[in-house]
């Protein structure tokens, strides 16, 4: 019931404030409402019943945007819709100080390694896994673009939901029990900067950044306050149609009142897991786009190593690879993904984790195609 009210208090406060700019922004500026409808077909090696079946249709998620300016000010929302739950993704206010500095409020991404995304495909990279990328919470950010210079600072007050909740887009540090052990770690009073420097040559550009993020992470069972931090190093480059990029990072969690130091909860899109409280993360992804005259189409190759680095040395590293296509063409974006697991939670059938003692030593495949339609 609660949520059901918030999600009601969300919808009534969006249509108050659109409607309040409408009459105005569409003279000047303007709003634009739009949305995705996306199903998805997978088919898992490691489960009986999905090749009993021969795989499985299902709908994946409806969302709904907002995108309204007036002026210097504006408000960009995506409000999404699943089978079993419903989520905002983000939601934020924003300023134009001038042309190259703009203040955003409320849930927005957090600027944290390669600009936008370090995958191509629907399955995301192995730091999504571990919460550094694509993660949204609430908070304010400035961002700075001129000249090839793109700087982001931020401060997070926690993530958008409470730690309690796993039915969220990006993954956040979990409180509840997992495999017997409690966990009562909660987001807090974070920090992010992000500098990169995108260089100009012949057949495309090529960006250079590093990122950093720390914060507190408090326990609700004792009040007491760790910490945690990341950073990273990421380059992005384009040339004739190709895209190469590469990031390496660190992080580490080091919470307050740990049952056990060498791990800590992670909660994304309706469940959670345990992963290895500090390791090391690297990404290598390549990609060719073709342009086609009814749209274009993206192959890739997108791979992550985790190495743990922890006190406990039985803790295994994981790895996800992606192979796959993205097509393009009018209003749909299909992507077609084989993907393969060693150790790593949603695409292995015993690990479900990152980074802990692995469970065998085979490397779990699943077929995966997610067709979307955009309006």
Do not use: C
């Not at 709003?31 to 009986?48: F, H, L, P, Q, T």
């Amino acid at each position: 019931m609660m949520r059901t009210n918030k999600f009601v208090l969300s919808v009534v406060a969006s249509a108050i404030a659109l409607s309040g700019m409408s009459t105005l922004a569409h003279a000047e500026d303007g709003i634009n409402i739009g949305g995705a409808v996306r199903v998805n077909y997978s088919y898992k090696d490691y489960s009986e019943s999905s090749k009993d079946k021969a795989g499985d249709l299902t709908f994946d998620m409806a969302s709904l945007r907002f995108d309204g300016k007036l002026g210097n000010w504006g408000l960009k929302s995506d409000y999404r819709f699943t089978s079993s739950t419903n989520y905002i993704k983000y939601g934020y206010a924003y300023y134009d100080l001038n042309p190259e500095w703009e203040l955003q409020f409320g849930i927005n991404q957090v600027p944290f390694g390669n600009i936008g995304y370090i995958s191509n495909s629907y399955w995301f990279g192995l730091p999504y896994y571990l919460g550094f990328e694509d993660d949204y919470d609430v908070g304010v950010k400035a961002t700075f673009q001129k000249n090839g210079w793109h700087t982001d600072m931020a401060f997070y007050k926690n993530a958008e939901y409470a730690a309690s909740e796993n039915k969220q887009y990006a993954a956040d540090l979990y409180t509840g029990t997992i495999n017997g052990t409690e966990y009562n770690n909660e987001e807090t009073n974070q920090i992010n900067l992000r500098q990169a420097y995108t260089m100009e040559h012949q057949g495309g550009s090529t960006t250079f950044g590093a990122s950093v993020e720390a914060g507190q992470i408090y326990n609700a069972k004792t009040g007491n306050n760790g910490d945690r931090y990341a950073v990273a190093a990421h380059l992005d480059s384009k040339f004739n149609g190709w895209n190469l990029q590469l990031q390496a990072m660190q992080y580490e969690y080091d919470a307050a009142d740990s049952m056990d130091e060498n791990k800590i909860a992670i909660s994304v899109v309706s469940w959670q897991y345990e992963i290895a409280s500090k390791g090391q993360v690297y990404s290598v992804n390549l990609a060719k786009t073709i342009p086609t005259e009814w749209g274009s189409v993206k192959f890739y190759n997108d791979f992550g190593l985790m190495t743990p680095d922890v006190a406990d040395k039985t803790y295994d590293d994981s790895m996800q690879n992606v192979l796959g296509a993205a097509i393009s063409a009018g209003p749909t974006y299909t992507q077609v993904d084989f993907i393969m697991g060693k150790n790593m939670t949603f695409s292995t059938a015993n690990n479900d984790h990152i980074g802990l003692p692995e469970v065998g030593d085979d490397w779990d495949k699943r077929f995966n195609i997610s067709m979307a339609y955009y309006f």
